[in-house]
């Protein structure tokens, strides 16, 4: 029996380079800018070599796609990669013609364990393929994040690609909402592109007026801080409820009556599919087939049910 197909969501986020003459590069602005990074990405030049204690490693970016879905749902862009480790040296037991020993494996070409990567690029939201062995640390998101920002330069741009974790369906609301009396709220927020909550839409306009795409916000109050909506620090709740934000959300304050602090916010919503597992994992070759259009719909429907669309905000010029 096919076992489940299983991804973790994530938030596609665009910054800036820090330190960087305006002259070199452009900035990353639309669409298609962060499809030529990511499909520039593909190439094996970019490929990012980690050390590990005892092995050596190779990440991997390859077979970028792109979908156009039509049909019963509205015209849907959606990309997909490849994403893969494979491990070029490992420190273990080897056989010799008079024992065992340990020693240094080489294999060529290298194991390598695959995953996919399927952008919604209406909701800039990315379907992260469920691996434990390889998501066991931050270390693949790392990987990546690395091959993106050479593959950024070479391609002429001076922005960053960046996924964040989307948490669970109301997972930092729910814990702001728990406190009697909230006295401190710390969270990094970075850019809504595009779409965010009604709630938020005020904080939006200010940080896209004010060309800010990472604000640190650290709010402390210790007769409490207000929990209303529309206010404030529900407006940055609700950004880092929708994945817009750095790292994990920090709250303080009285909740179930004695003094507590909260961490919330790092771990990804997950998604489960019957079916498609094998074929997402390795039939994609051809982006127009009718099994690929079927698989990629059922991957946004999912996406949509562990976090449905809010309010849709244009993207800027």
């Not at 593909?42 to 792109?66: E, I, M, T, V």
């Not at 990315?126 to 790392?142: C, K, P, Q």
């Not at 009697?180 to 009604?198: H, I, K």
Request: glycine share 6%; aromatic share 6%.
């Amino acid at each position: 029996m096919e076992r489940l197909f299983e991804f973790d969501l994530y938030r596609l986020i665009v910054l800036d380079t820090e330190d960087v003459f305006e002259f070199v590069g452009r900035r990353a602005e639309s669409d298609p800018d962060y499809l030529a990074i990511l499909a520039n990405g593909c190439a094996a030049k970019f490929d990012f070599h980690y050390q590990g204690p005892k092995n050596q490693y190779l990440w991997s970016l390859r077979d970028f796609l792109q979908h156009e879905l039509g049909g019963d749902i509205a015209p849907h862009r959606v990309a997909s990669v490849r994403f893969a480790r494979s491990t070029s040296e490992q420190q273990t037991q080897i056989v010799t013609d008079e024992t065992i020993i340990e020693g240094t494996s080489h294999a060529v070409p290298p194991p390598a364990t695959p995953i996919r990567l399927i952008f919604d690029m209406q909701r800039h939201l990315v379907a992260v393929e469920r691996n434990g062995t390889l998501m066991a640390t931050h270390g693949w998101l790392d990987s990546l994040h690395a091959i993106l920002d050479v593959a950024a330069v070479d391609a002429g741009f001076r922005s960053q690609l960046r996924l964040e974790p989307v948490p669970e369906a109301n997972q930092v609301l729910e814990a702001f909402r728990s406190f009697q009396r909230l006295t401190r709220l710390r969270a990094t927020l970075r850019l809504p592109n595009p779409e965010v909550s009604r709630h938020a839409k005020a904080l939006y306009d200010q940080m896209r007026e004010g060309a800010v795409r990472e604000y640190l916000n650290d709010l402390r109050g210790v007769s409490g801080l207000s929990q209303a909506e529309g206010n404030l620090p529900h407006a940055i709740a609700s950004l880092a409820q929708e994945g817009y934000k750095k790292g994990d959300v920090l709250l303080a304050g009285i909740r179930n009556g004695r003094r507590e602090q909260v961490r919330t916010g790092r771990h990804a919503a997950r998604g489960q599919l019957d079916g498609i597992r094998e074929f997402i994992r390795g039939a994609m070759t051809i982006a127009r087939t009718k099994e690929t259009q079927t698989a990629l719909k059922s991957v946004l429907g999912e996406i949509d049910r562990i976090h449905p669309p809010e309010v849709p905000i244009e993207q800027s010029d």
